[in-house]
């Protein structure tokens, strides 16, 4: 999900998958080769929005989601196993979509897709994914500041997993139940389950990840990210500093720029709280670097906040890159329902 996609295989994917849907719709059989073709499709998509923004081509997400996906979910399958993983695949792109509007500031309509993609992968009977849907749901109430139910919501899928998944997976499930906690007030606890995910992760023997584990890339970056903010509603900034810093180098070069941007500007932000101000510039430096080009809300908003709360920190005509805009969506991607719905089948 990471590498750099040419133009001319994206057009090629883009045939081929409307190509399988067609027939899906004249009462082709739907196989394993079409959930590969919608994982791979899924997975273009994902590189483009870390690369650019979550509103960088995000209504081509919707259209193919309501389109070829939605025909592909209601075809006639090869094998039970085939529906289950396309149903899957679909939840995956649906949850991408949520990402998206998330990305966005819309956050209304990004739980709503969360909503329609945990549907999909809770009847898709995949282990685990329902699970990772319902973590992401407690990711956006932690960071929405509605800790009410992140806790709870955390706790199941943490419950769902246990045992169930590989170890690098099941470190993702630890680290977000150790930042509902940390959120909640239960320092100790919070503190032993980052350890669990740490642990989890370090003792992986190299099993592979679910496809839909990887939304955010490698497991290790991802863990790293949250233990930092884990580390941060503790109040220990030296350390959240730190695991920034280790999230934004675990994930390969030239990939990711919104994420590790977003991490970058975090670390400064932590680098600056603890007054180490001229270090902090130079992380800023490099957090506005990987911002060219990238349509996100969240880098906008980040770059707002670092030079208001840390005027110091942020050199003298760093702001953010032209091209890193809070762009509008397109009417397609915020009013339309793209969900090949769970139990809309032939």
Known sequence: MTQRLPNARLREAVTDIASRAAKARTGARVGHADVAAVRDMVAMFAVMDERHGGQHHRSALVQYLMSDVAALCRGRFSSEDDHRHML??????????????????????????????????????????????????SQQGMKLHRPEH??????????????????????????????????????????????RARTALSSAKGDDVPFWALSWGPPAATVHSRTAKVFETLGDRRRAAAMYGAAATSRPPGTYARIVALELVAQAEMQAAEGSVEQACATWGRAIDHMDGVQSGRTRKAVGNMRRDHPASAPAGCDAPPNSTNAPATSSATDADPTPRAGDRK
Do not use: N
């Open 150 to 195: 992140c806790l709870a919501l955390a706790a199941s899928a943490v419950d769902k997993v246990h045992g169930r998944v590989e170890t690098q997976t099941e470190a993702l499930f630890a680290v977000t139940h150790a930042h509902a906690l940390a959120k909640a007030g239960h320092r100790p606890e919070a503190v032993r389950e980052v350890e």
């Open 88 to 137: 899957s695949a679909a939840a995956v792109g649906v949850h991408q979509a949520g990402w998206r509007a998330y990305d966005g500031g819309e956050q209304g309509l990004a739980q709503r897709y969360y909503l329609q993609s945990f549907a999909l992968a809770r009847e898709s009977g995949i282990t685990g994914h329902d699970a990772f849907v319902m973590r992401t749901m």
